[in-house]
């Protein structure tokens, strides 16, 4: 098996720099590739959805095979980055995870209603991190399934 197959592209977003250098760490552990930003708009930039129209953006962040996120982040909460990606033709069926440091089950009940995969309880664990491959495995073999012919 090739680097290119086993490489998946985990886009992770925390205003908290400690936060996102631990989140960063833990998936490159995991041999992830990680793209870490420190906002939402920054988020919404990376995948090419800072404009509020959702126009065919087909190199954009294309690359991207999940993103976690925090829940509390100044200006674009994680909420609002799941809602915008979630209506997005491009990205929808990318695995979003939603991580807080507090656990108030109201919020967590909304983030999995409107298709959080996930909600974690900061600080991330290990364990936690190894609950994303599933997912990547299943939106992987999505993209093989359309790809085989006959």
Known sequence: MTDDETQFHVLAVDDSLIDRKLIERLLKTSSFQVTAVDSGSKALEFLGLKDEEDEDHQDVGLGVNLIITDYCMPGITGYDLLKRIKQSSSFKDVPVFIMSSENIPSR???????????????????????????????????????????
């Open 108 to 150: 967590i009940n909304r983030c999995l209603e409107d298709g959080a995969e996930e909600f974690f309880l900061k600080p991330v664990q290990l364990s936690d991190v190894n609950k994303l491959r599933p997912h990547l495995m299943k939106g992987r073999s999505k993209d093989t399934d359309r790809t085989r012919c006959c």
